[in-house]
């Protein structure tokens, strides 16, 4: 054991001494950091410092005495070293006065060379600066330049350009000196430029829809002109070859036409010639060059659609100021001149846009501001054309519609509503028409005499019939001086008619109907002119009070000869529309009841003057109803009356012979009751018998006039039937027939059947109150009070006969 022990101990000592070697070999190489060798030795055992501390002592040792042992080996050396250095010592001295002085001869020769070479380096710097500063402008000058050039395109407006070489400059030549100043404050005038670009061509588009606006007028007026050239030239040039148009026309008539359409030709021909090369269209009148600049600028600066809205925006306000017309445009045709002119010259303006131009102005755009524009011009002409009391004016307007609708038809603008519009305008010119010719059919019948025309010889009737289709054999068979029947107003009527239908033919024209549609149009117009304006005045002209007995039997003359003239009126339609009358939706012209009833009014009217006239004479009669005894001759006034009647009626011998024999008998009838209401008068309270008698001789030579046959064609007795009440009455009393009067009452025989029990009474009653005044002794003469005693007891009688008839009804 004790040997392990110490073999232990052997084994822990030579581990010990090991890692104390380790450890300050390691102190000596450095190797290791001395905290982490240290804390190994003091860490592995106690009183290891101490052993450490001893075992780095004796190594101190050991190795000052190699160093001492080394010092004492090369002592010799060191000192033999020290010697020889203390002897170089003066040789170094005399070579640092031999190297000071050659460093300053060679400081001195060097002097020169410094400054040469201070010289070349200043030189060889400033040729890089100005290298670089070459390289710098050679990117600078073509900014400079593009930028130069951009003031320089401003100044002269040129401003797309100007555009183009922003666009230029930002690109490609700023970002390559980006980082120099003045590129800076060019980069934040571009903007700048920009706006004042915009704002300038903004200005000038302003500047332009100013100027068109103004011009439009004039550019419609040239575009309408050329439209209208366009349109003469190839309906003359229609016409010219279309030799059977207008051949069935009135001969005169087409002469002149002939000739008006050479004239027209040669005339369209030659102005072709003239102005071939003068043709112009809107860019020549306006320079649309600030259209095209804004749009391409906008376009640039990628704000086209601003700008689009912009233009459009503000021609829908023109359109609208265009539209509106002035307030007395009815009243002159130059009025609507200028305003179909501005809207023309709007509308070919707004198509050039469209066509030179992508994207600014699009179809669907013109066509909804045209559906707008031609609704507004539809109310605008009905408003207006409603004033217009001018059939030239009217007329003048429908042309300038057919030119504006025809010049707008050319630029593909549809206008089937214009022309539906001239319609509704053409019954506007129908009804101007109307009133014109019926002032000029007043004025025809306020001229007129009323009295047949003569003729004294051939050239004179000839005058008359190519005037008015008059044919009657038997007149051409009298011989000269003769005269119609027919007064002055009748061919000038005709002849007025003629011309309404040419004044009515000329609307029809240019408004792209067919023959059958005008010849309708013709023959309505015609129509309402016959029955509306001509029986309207002649209905008027048969009540005005200076219109005699004979001016109405010449106006029942005159209708009769006018309607015989309808039929040729028709063919004079049909000649004109070149439409067969055989046409099965031909209209008819309704001249025929027109003049019928204008003859019934008239024939009226006579009837009523007669029986005014007759009233005149009634009203002068001057009966002593108190007389003893008749004079024995009839009345004058009544012999003035017949006298006046029988002349009268020999003026009727040229009315048809039932008009006539009615006014003959109306007249009788007529008197008859006026001279029967003069006896019953109620104002007349007393009536003698010799004043029976008188009125007995008045009523005689009634029936004298009748029987005479004042109006041939009455048969028999039949006019004096007129005065049978009068004859009965007077009967009556004259034979004072009253027991057969009595007797033979309510009996179809009865001699006395027309003498009613009423009047009878009356007329009594009057002869009774006259007896009583006129016989004041008569109640002392027998046979008056046996006359008085009778009248009396008739009157009872009567009296209960009215009574009866009375309660009976």
């Not at 309607?563 to 001249?591: M, P, W």
């Amino acid at each position: 054991m004790a040997r392990k022990s110490k073999s232990n101990l052997s084994e822990l000592y030579l581990e010990e001494k090991k890692v104390y070697e380790n450890a300050l070999a390691e102190i000596e190489s450095f190797e290791l950091p001395l905290g982490t060798t240290l804390r190994s030795v003091y860490d592995d055992q106690p009183n290891a410092h101490q052993r450490f501390m001893e075992k780095l002592d004796a190594c101190i040792r050991n190795h000052d005495r190699e160093i001492e042992k080394m010092c004492n080996f090369h002592h010799q050396g060191f000192v033999d070293a020290i010697t020889e250095l203390l002897k170089v010592r003066a040789d170094a001295e005399k070579l640092k006065v031999q190297v000071t002085d050659t460093n300053r001869r060679l400081q001195d020769a060097g002097k020169e060379v410094i400054a040469q070479t201070e010289e070349i380096i200043r030189c060889r710097v400033q040729q890089r600066n100005i290298t670089t500063v070459v390289e710098k402008l050679q990117l600078c000058l073509p900014v400079l330049e593009m930028y130069s050039k951009l003031n320089e395109q401003m100044n002269v407006k040129r401003y797309y350009s100007a555009l183009k070489t922003m666009e230029q400059l930002e690109n490609l030549y700023l970002p390559r000196v980006s980082q120099y100043r003045f590129c800076q404050i060019m980069i934040e005038n571009l903007p700048k430029l920009r706006e004042e670009i915009k704002e300038i061509s903004m200005s000038d588009l302003k500047d332009f829809l100013e100027s068109i606006r103004k011009h439009s007028d004039r550019i419609g007026e040239t575009a309408m002109k050329q439209a209208q050239q366009q349109k003469t030239f190839s309906t003359t040039l229609q016409k010219q070859n279309n030799v059977s148009y207008g051949r069935n026309m009135h001969l005169g008539r087409s002469r002149i036409l002939e000739s008006k359409n050479e004239i027209t030709l040669k005339r369209t021909f030659e102005e072709d010639d003239e102005h071939e090369d003068e043709v112009l269209t809107a860019q020549d009148l306006v320079d649309f060059s600030p259209v095209y600049r804004c749009l391409h600028i906008y376009s640039v600066l990628g704000d086209g659609e601003t700008f689009e809205n912009y233009y459009r925006k503000q021609r829908r306000k023109q359109a609208r100021l265009v539209l509106q017309p002035q307030s007395s445009m009815h009243e002159t045709v130059e009025g609507y001149r200028r305003y179909f002119s501005q809207i023309v010259g709007f509308f070919v303006v707004e198509d050039h846009i469209l066509h030179v131009t992508q994207g600014l102005v699009t179809r669907t755009y013109t066509d909804e501001l045209w559906n707008m524009a031609l609704s507004k011009i539809i109310a605008v002409l009905r408003t207006h054309s409603s004033y217009c009391s001018d059939p030239d004016l009217v007329l003048e307007l429908k042309s300038l519609i057919v030119v504006f609708a025809d010049t707008l038809q050319g630029y593909g603008f549809p206008v089937n509503r214009l022309f539906d519009l001239l319609f509704e305008i053409r019954d506007q010119y129908n009804e101007t028409l109307l009133k014109k010719w019926s002032g000029l059919f007043r004025d025809i019948f306020e001229a007129d005499n009323y009295s047949p025309i003569p003729v004294a010889n051939e050239e004179e009737y000839k005058i008359v019939i190519s005037k008015f289709p008059f044919q009657d054999p038997e007149f051409d068979k009298q011989s000269f001086p003769k005269k119609l029947p027919m007064s002055q107003s009748v061919p000038q009527i005709y002849i007025q008619v003629k011309e309404f239908i040419y004044a009515s033919l000329k609307f029809s024209e240019s408004l792209h109907r067919s023959s059958t549609e005008i010849d309708d149009i013709l023959r309505k117009s015609t129509n309402l002119l016959l029955t509306r304006t001509l029986s309207s005045c002649l209905q008027n002209l048969i009540k005005k009070p200076h219109i005699g007995l004979t001016e109405l039997v010449q106006i029942i003359i005159n209708t009769t000869h006018l309607e015989q003239a309808c039929k040729y009126l028709e063919d004079f339609i049909s000649n004109i529309t070149n439409i067969s009358q055989v046409t099965v939706h031909t209209a008819r012209l309704y001249g025929l009841s027109t003049f019928k009833d204008a003859r019934h009014a008239a024939e009226g009217e006579i009837y009523t003057k007669l029986n005014q006239k007759i009233d005149e004479f009634i009203q002068i009669a001057d009966y002593d109803w108190t007389m003893s005894e008749s004079d024995g001759r009839a009345s004058g006034y009544l012999m003035d009356l017949i006298n006046f009647l029988r002349s009268t009626f020999q003026v009727f011998t040229h009315l048809p012979g039932k008009v006539a024999q009615t006014a003959c008998m109306s007249a009788c009838q007529h008197l008859s009751t006026s001279l029967m209401q003069m006896l019953l008068d109620t104002e007349l309270k007393q009536i003698s018998m010799g004043a029976i008698q008188q009125f007995n001789l008045d009523v005689i030579q009634c029936e004298l006039f009748a029987s005479s046959e004042p109006v041939p064609g009455f048969q028999g007795d039949t006019l004096q039937l007129a005065f049978i009440d009068l004859r009965q009455l007077l009967d009556l009393f004259m034979v004072w027939d009253w027991s057969t009067y009595l007797a033979d009452y309510g009996q179809a025989t009865s001699k006395y059947l027309r003498v009613s029990p009423s009047t009878a009474l009356t007329l009594l009653e009057k002869m009774k109150d006259s007896s009583k005044k006129n016989n004041i002794f008569a109640q002392f003469r027998k046979n008056d009070r046996d006359k008085q005693k009778l009248i009396e007891t008739v009157v009872k009688q009567l009296r209960s006969l009215v009574n009866g008839m009375s309660q009976h009804t």
